[in-house]
C-alpha cells in the first residue's frame, strides 16, 4: 500500500548565511583548533613569480552599506596566464602560487584583502586574449546562490578594450568591473543592487 505523503512536508528555504562565513573561515571568526589556518587565507608562496599586489574588496548592498558578513573567494591565473588546474593542458602553473583565495569581510568596514599576485592574460574559448582579470564569487546572508563576477585592472586599458567579454558589456556598466590602483592596491567594490549595480555573470 502506498505511504501518505501528509507527513513529508518541504523543509523551510534558508540563504546563504548569516552562518556561510563562520564555518568557512572559523579562525577569522574567533573560532580557533579547527584548522592550523583558515582555507584559501594565504594565495602565494615566498618563491611565486609576478608582480605581488593586494586586491581589496568591498561588498556593498542596496542602500550603499558594505556588508559586514559576506564571503568572497578569487580565482585567478598565475603570472604567465596558466591556472593552478588539471583542466588547464597550457603548460605548467606556477608551484608557488595557489590561484585561489577566501576572505570573510571585515565586521568593522565590511572590507577584505587578498594578497596576490597581477595575473596574465588568458585565452577566450575562440583563442582571442583576455584581459588580465580575477573571478569573484560572493556568498551573503539574503543571497540565495552565490553571484559571479570579474575585477578587471584599471592600468591595463589597452588590454581592457581588447577583451572579448568587456566588449560585451554595455558602458557605462562595464565600468562597474575595473578597480583602479593606488600603490600595490586595486580596490574593487562589488554593488548588488543600484545605480552603480555591479555587472554579475549567469555561470
Given at each position: 500500500?502506498?505511504?501518505?505523503?501528509?507527513?513529508?512536508?518541504?523543509?523551510a528555504?534558508?540563504?546563504?548565511?548569516?552562518y556561510v562565513?563562520?564555518?568557512?573561515?572559523?579562525?577569522?571568526?574567533?573560532i580557533e583548533?579547527?584548522?592550523a589556518?583558515?582555507?584559501?587565507?594565504a594565495m602565494?608562496?615566498?618563491?611565486?613569480?609576478g608582480?605581488?599586489?593586494k586586491?581589496?574588496?568591498?561588498?556593498?548592498?542596496?542602500?550603499?552599506?558594505?556588508?559586514?558578513?559576506?564571503?568572497?573567494?578569487?580565482w585567478?591565473?598565475?603570472?604567465?596566464?596558466i591556472?593552478n588546474?588539471?583542466?588547464?593542458?597550457?603548460?605548467a602553473?606556477?608551484?608557488?602560487f595557489?590561484?585561489?583565495g577566501?576572505?570573510?569581510?571585515d565586521?568593522?568596514?565590511?572590507?577584505c584583502?587578498?594578497e596576490t599576485i597581477k595575473p596574465?592574460?588568458?585565452?577566450?574559448f575562440?583563442?582571442?586574449p583576455?584581459?588580465p582579470h580575477?573571478?569573484?564569487?560572493?556568498?551573503?546572508?539574503?543571497?540565495n546562490?552565490?553571484?559571479?563576477?570579474?575585477?578587471?585592472?584599471?592600468?591595463?586599458?589597452?588590454a581592457?578594450a581588447?577583451?572579448?567579454?568587456?566588449?560585451?558589456?554595455?558602458?557605462?556598466?562595464?565600468?562597474?568591473?575595473?578597480?583602479p590602483?593606488?600603490?600595490?592596491?586595486?580596490?574593487?567594490?562589488i554593488?548588488l543592487q543600484?545605480?552603480?549595480?555591479t555587472?554579475?555573470?549567469d555561470?
Amino acid at each position: 500500500m502506498a505511504q501518505s505523503l501528509e507527513r513529508l512536508r518541504e523543509s523551510a528555504s534558508q540563504t546563504a548565511g548569516p552562518y556561510v562565513h563562520i564555518g568557512l573561515t572559523p579562525n577569522f571568526c574567533g573560532i580557533e583548533g579547527v584548522y592550523a589556518a583558515d582555507l584559501g587565507a594565504a594565495m602565494v608562496g615566498e618563491k611565486a613569480r609576478g608582480d605581488r599586489i593586494k586586491v581589496k574588496i568591498r561588498v556593498i548592498d542596496g542602500a550603499g552599506v558594505p556588508l559586514k558578513d559576506a564571503l568572497v573567494e578569487v580565482w585567478q591565473a598565475d603570472a604567465a596566464g596558466i591556472y593552478n588546474s588539471p583542466s588547464d593542458q597550457r603548460g605548467a602553473a606556477d608551484p608557488h602560487f595557489f590561484g585561489w583565495g577566501r576572505q570573510a569581510t571585515d565586521m568593522t568596514s565590511g572590507e577584505c584583502v587578498f594578497e596576490t599576485i597581477k595575473p596574465g592574460r588568458v585565452p577566450f574559448f575562440d583563442g582571442r586574449p583576455m584581459a588580465p582579470h580575477i573571478t569573484v564569487w560572493i556568498a551573503a546572508r539574503g543571497i540565495n546562490i552565490g553571484l559571479h563576477t570579474r575585477m578587471y585592472f584599471g592600468d591595463e586599458a589597452q588590454a581592457n578594450a581588447q577583451d572579448p567579454v568587456l566588449a560585451r558589456i554595455e558602458q557605462p556598466r562595464a565600468a562597474s568591473l575595473i578597480a583602479p590602483r593606488d600603490g600595490d592596491t586595486y580596490s574593487f567594490d562589488i554593488h548588488l543592487q543600484g545605480e552603480n549595480e555591479t555587472v554579475f555573470f549567469d555561470i
